[in-house]
């Protein structure tokens, strides 16, 4: 049964950074999914923010994001990671890893749409605040 736990969020300043973990529990490596970002916040829809494709070779990331978010994977540990610079409150929000099932070594992956995903984590709590 696939299965995604994310880990890492926090409280931190403006400007300040935080890396963010999804271990992805499933029987297949993570050369069969793509995995995806997403976050929420307050009173606001979900957002794509960052994916990275079951190749590992391509990553996307949303405008908003791109030049200060860097996400990446360690196949072994079966962990997807989001590292974090440069936030501002507008980060703010509620973390998620999905991850879509996927054709081996693709190279694709969404950082918009949610749906193309089928499993979910629960969620991991980021707020950037003075």
């Known amino acids: 049964q696939l299965q995604l736990v994310e880990s890492g969020g926090g409280t931190v300043q403006p400007g300040g950074s935080l890396r963010l973990s999804c271990v992805v529990s499933s029987e297949f490596t993570l050369n069969y999914y793509a995995i995806g970002w997403f976050r929420q916040a307050l009173g606001k829809e979900r957002e794509g923010v960052s994916c990275i494709s079951s190749s590992g070779g391509i990553t996307n990331y949303a405008d908003n994001v791109s030049g200060r978010f860097i996400i990446s994977r360690d196949t072994d540990k079966k962990t997807v990671y989001l590292q974090m610079n440069s936030l501002t409150p507008e980060d703010t929000g509620v973390y998620y890893c999905?991850?879509?099932?996927?054709?081996?070594?693709?190279?694709?992956?969404?950082?918009?749409?949610?749906?193309?995903?089928?499993?979910w984590g629960q969620g991991t709590q980021v707020t950037v605040s003075s």
């Open positions: 999905a991850a879509d099932p996927s054709s081996f070594n693709n190279h694709y992956c969404s950082a918009s749409s949610q749906y193309e995903y089928d499993a």
